[in-house]
């Protein structure tokens, strides 16, 4: 059973930083794509980044050049450092895993982002 753990939500000022963690157990980290999620309150669930298990990445337009996703597989561990926080940024974000060439989805419970003006 995999299972993905979040940590790293909390309340900031805008322009300030956050880094949330995502851990998983269940799976060898280093095949599997990873990425962030987040949904505010009655919208969709939208992508934030993702990143590969070869290391490439990819990030949504409305954070481009603010956040970072990256990984450490010897902790089994995704991160997303998040700089200059908006208050458009405040969500719950979702870490979400995928085995390579496979089709089922893996969600954590989610952590609260909450950015202040």
């Known amino acids: 059973q995999v299972q993905l753990v979040e940590t790293g939500g909390g309340l900031v000022q805008a322009g300030e930083s956050l880094r949330l963690s995502c851990t998983a157990s269940?799976?060898?980290?280093?095949?599997?794509?990873m990425a962030w999620y987040r949904q505010a309150p009655g919208k969709d669930r939208d992508l934030v980044a993702r990143?590969?298990?070869?290391?490439?990445?990819t990030y949504a337009d409305s954070v481009k050049g603010r956040f970072t996703i990256s990984r450490d597989n010897a902790r089994d561990t995704v991160y997303l450092q998040m700089n200059s926080l908006k208050p458009d940024d405040t969500a719950v974000y979702y870490c979400?895993?995928?085995?390579?060439?496979?089709?089922?989805?893996?969600w954590g419970q989610g952590t609260q982002v909450t950015v202040s003006s």
């Open positions: 269940g799976t060898i980290f280093r095949s599997t794509s």
């Open positions: 990143v590969f298990s070869h290391g490439g990445t």
């Open positions: 979400h895993l995928r085995w390579d060439h496979s089709t089922t989805d893996y």
